[in-house]
């Protein structure tokens, strides 16, 4: 089980062009520049700092802490991060204080811990069951001195968009960047380093960042801006807008459940002492540190971002909004698979249709003509049997109303019981598709095939279609209609479409009520949708204004 977490991973259903790229050798910045940054997807480079003078100085099992102490200093304090949940170091302020620390005490408490390690590696090389060091063998979760866990996170060697001073800008002596940065303007370079086994939260970063370890072991698993509705990010207005509001040691899936399929969109990666991985800016990332592990990072402003302008802002926000709608718009209306030619067993014959069947005559008892018949056979068995089901819709809906003026009778209190069984079942589900009848209907229906059975529809059950459309049709339904509305105009001529429109809404006794019904449903869908959006990407609620 432990080999299975310290392992490289890619979720079975992360997209093929969103894992991240390998290289084994250092591109050129032409080449970087050109092919692997504007694509915005990870890559890998291993051993790409092989030779920096960091590389060799800084190793903590060679000498590197002393190193440290004596280049830095003992007077020179810095920011530290110190956890109150034990070795999870999560965004939110609520869950960590910063303090300052001097960084020799820093360094004193490594080298301590540095002394229990070795301590305990001669102890099983004495007891027989020593063996050569691995990146998650040298992790050692429970070795920590006491309960609260310090991380030196994000400590400045360079920054430019800050006046402050840089705490340790001396080490930029020893640092020489990868050669395909060459000409990138930095905003800052950072200085990581855990003193024991450390997990970070899962968050992004607002730039583009080149990780690179310089000692020790990270393993960073990675998601794409896209899997944000199964992050569950924090609300935009908030402290830690960045980070994700699901637990990495205990999620839980009540409360987010769309959490349980993140790790299927997710990628993990191991860098060792001398890799580099670049991360493009808002890709999520959960970071765990081994023992002793140092790192340093370099953070640049996307090419995007530095050509994005102010007084443009207003626009993008409203371009994005309505591409991500529109996406999840379609995502609902072209989903799941809903045959009814596999329900057989529930077919009614034409004749029940045409009046045999006294339910059916009670909600149609105007929809009486001689062509009924004949227009009916007209249509596949698989249409004739979604006509049954939107006319038991609207006969069941009937059947509510009426109840309050009946008797209860036994097969009342089933109709009761079945009626509340889907009020629960919609309630449960949180597609806008399961919870309309009509649309999961009419989904599956071939919009030439549909166009016949509505003909039918006006010619013989005129009434019945006029309470579908005014008094069953959903917000999602209208928007499926409308858009088999749009296929059927496609194959058909303009005289074609103004005869089928005329003869359409020639059923209503008030054609703009119908389509006043229509339009206005279809915004409540695009609303439905637009909270849902809201929710997923930026944990945000909002009414509908009126």
Same mark, same amino acid.
């Given at each position: 089980?432990?080999?299975?977490?310290?392992?490289?991973?890619?979720?079975?259903?992360?997209?093929?062009?969103?894992?991240?790229?390998?290289?084994?050798?250092?591109?050129?910045?032409?080449?970087?520049?050109?092919?692997?940054?504007?694509?915005?997807?990870?890559?890998?480079?291993?051993?790409?700092?092989?030779?920096?003078?960091?590389?060799?100085?800084?190793?903590?099992?060679?000498?590197?802490?002393?190193?440290?102490?004596?280049?830095?200093?003992?007077?020179?304090?810095?920011?530290?991060?110190?956890?109150?949940?034990?070795?999870? @170091?999560?965004?939110?302020?609520?869950?960590?204080?910063?303090?300052?620390?001097?960084?020799?005490?820093?360094?004193?408490?490594?080298?301590?811990?540095?002394?229990?390690?070795?301590?305990?590696?001669?102890?099983?090389?004495?007891?027989?069951?020593?063996?050569?060091?691995?990146?998650?063998?040298?992790?050692?979760?429970?070795?920590?001195?006491?309960?609260?866990?310090?991380?030196?996170?994000?400590?400045?060697?360079?920054?430019?968009?800050?006046?402050?001073?840089?705490?340790?800008?001396?080490?930029?002596?020893?640092?020489?960047?990868?050669?395909?940065?060459?000409?990138?303007? @930095?905003?800052?370079?950072?200085?990581?380093?855990?003193?024991?086994?450390?997990?970070?939260?899962?968050?992004?970063?607002?730039?583009?960042?080149?990780?690179?370890?310089?000692?020790?072991?990270?393993?960073?698993?990675?998601?794409?801006?896209?899997?944000?509705?199964?992050?569950?990010?924090?609300?935009?207005?908030?402290?830690?807008?960045?980070?994700?509001?699901?637990?990495?040691?205990?999620?839980?899936?009540?409360?987010?459940?769309?959490?349980?399929?993140?790790?299927?969109?997710?990628?993990?990666?191991?860098?060792?002492?001398?890799?580099?991985?670049?991360?493009?800016?808002?890709?999520?990332?959960?970071?765990?540190?081994?023992?002793?592990?140092?790192?340093?990072?370099?953070?640049?402003?996307?090419?995007?971002?530095?050509?994005?302008?102010?007084?443009?802002?207003?626009?993008?926000?409203?371009?994005?909004?309505?591409?991500?709608?529109?996406?999840?718009?379609?995502?609902?209306?072209?989903?799941?698979?809903?045959?009814?030619?596999?329900?057989?067993?529930?077919?009614?014959?034409?004749?029940?249709?045409?009046?045999?069947?006294?339910?059916?005559?009670?909600?149609?008892?105007?929809?009486?003509?001689?062509?009924?018949?004949?227009?009916?056979?007209?249509?596949?068995?698989?249409?004739?049997?979604?006509?049954?089901?939107?006319?038991?819709?609207?006969?069941?809906?009937?059947?509510?109303?009426?109840?309050?003026?009946?008797?209860?009778?036994?097969?009342?209190?089933?109709?009761?019981?079945?009626?509340?069984?889907?009020?629960?079942?919609?309630?449960?589900?949180?597609?806008?598709?399961?919870?309309?009848?009509?649309?999961?209907?009419?989904?599956?229906?071939?919009?030439?095939?549909?166009?016949?059975?509505?003909?039918?529809?006006?010619?013989?059950?005129?009434?019945?279609?006029?309470?579908?459309?005014?008094?069953?049709?959903?917000?999602?339904?209208?928007?499926?209609?409308?858009?088999?509305?749009?296929?059927?105009?496609?194959?058909?001529?303009?005289?074609?479409?103004?005869? @089928?429109?005329?003869?359409?809404?020639?059923?209503?006794?008030?054609?703009?009520?119908?389509?006043?019904?229509?339009?206005?449903?279809?915004?409540?869908?695009?609303?439905?949708?637009?909270?849902?959006?809201?929710?997923?990407?930026?944990?945000?609620?909002?009414?509908?204004?009126?």
């Amino acid at each position: 089980m432990q080999a299975e977490k310290d392992a490289e991973f890619v979720g079975a259903a992360l997209d093929a062009g969103l894992r991240a790229a390998r290289f084994s050798l250092p591109p050129s910045s032409e080449e970087f520049a050109a092919s692997i940054e504007p694509k915005n997807v990870p890559a890998v480079f291993r051993g790409v700092l092989k030779g920096s003078a960091a590389l060799s100085r800084w190793d903590p099992l060679y000498g590197g802490l002393d190193y440290l102490l004596e280049k830095v200093g003992p007077d020179v304090a810095v920011e530290a991060m110190m956890s109150n949940t034990g070795h999870v @170091f999560y965004g939110d302020l609520r869950s960590h204080e910063r303090v300052s620390i001097p960084f020799s005490t820093f360094m004193q408490s490594c080298k301590s811990h540095l002394g229990h390690l070795n301590a305990a590696s001669d102890s099983s090389k004495d007891k027989g069951t020593g063996k050569e060091s691995t990146c998650s063998d040298k992790m050692c979760p429970a070795s920590s001195e006491n309960s609260e866990q310090l991380y030196l996170a994000q400590v400045s060697i360079l920054n430019t968009e800050s006046k402050d001073r840089c705490s340790l800008q001396v080490l930029k002596e020893d640092i020489q960047e990868p050669i395909f940065l060459k000409g990138k303007s @930095f905003s800052s370079i950072n200085f990581w380093m855990s003193r024991a086994h450390m997990r970070s939260s899962t968050h992004y970063d607002p730039h583009h960042n080149l990780l690179c370890v310089m000692a020790g072991c990270k393993k960073v698993t990675l998601w794409s801006p896209s899997a944000s509705p199964f992050l569950y990010p924090m609300p935009v207005y908030g402290e830690a807008s960045n980070h994700s509001c699901v637990s990495i040691e205990e999620p839980d899936y009540s409360s987010y459940t769309r959490a349980k399929y993140m790790k299927e969109y997710s990628e993990r990666v191991i860098l060792n002492c001398g890799d580099a991985l670049f991360i493009p800016e808002g890709w999520y990332h959960q970071v765990d540190s081994d023992d002793l592990t140092i790192a340093i990072n370099f953070w640049w402003k996307s090419r995007i971002m530095t050509e994005m302008l102010e007084h443009m802002d207003g626009y993008y926000l409203r371009r994005i909004m309505r591409r991500l709608v529109d996406t999840e718009m379609n995502k609902i209306t072209q989903m799941g698979s809903f045959s009814h030619s596999e329900r057989n067993g529930d077919f009614q014959s034409t004749d029940g249709l045409s009046g045999g069947s006294q339910p059916f005559n009670k909600v149609t008892n105007s929809d009486t003509s001689d062509k009924k018949g004949a227009a009916l056979q007209s249509l596949k068995p698989c249409t004739l049997q979604a006509l049954y089901e939107l006319m038991s819709l609207v006969h069941n809906s009937v059947e509510a109303v009426d109840q309050n003026d009946r008797a209860e009778s036994a097969s009342q209190d089933t109709s009761v019981c079945q009626s509340n069984e889907r009020k629960k079942t919609a309630a449960d589900d949180s597609s806008l598709l399961e919870k309309d009848p009509v649309a999961k209907i009419i989904l599956p229906v071939e919009p030439l095939e549909l166009r016949s059975m509505l003909l039918a529809m006006v010619h013989t059950f005129p009434r019945t279609l006029e309470g579908l459309v005014l008094n069953i049709l959903g917000p999602t339904g209208a928007e499926i209609l409308t858009r088999k509305f749009d296929e059927m105009d496609q194959g058909s001529t303009p005289e074609e479409q103004a005869e @089928f429109y005329k003869i359409f809404y020639s059923a209503f006794g008030d054609q703009y009520a119908a389509m006043d019904a229509l339009l206005n449903r279809k915004e409540l869908f695009s609303f439905q949708v637009f909270q849902s959006v809201l929710d997923q990407y930026l944990r945000v609620c909002v009414e509908r204004p009126s």
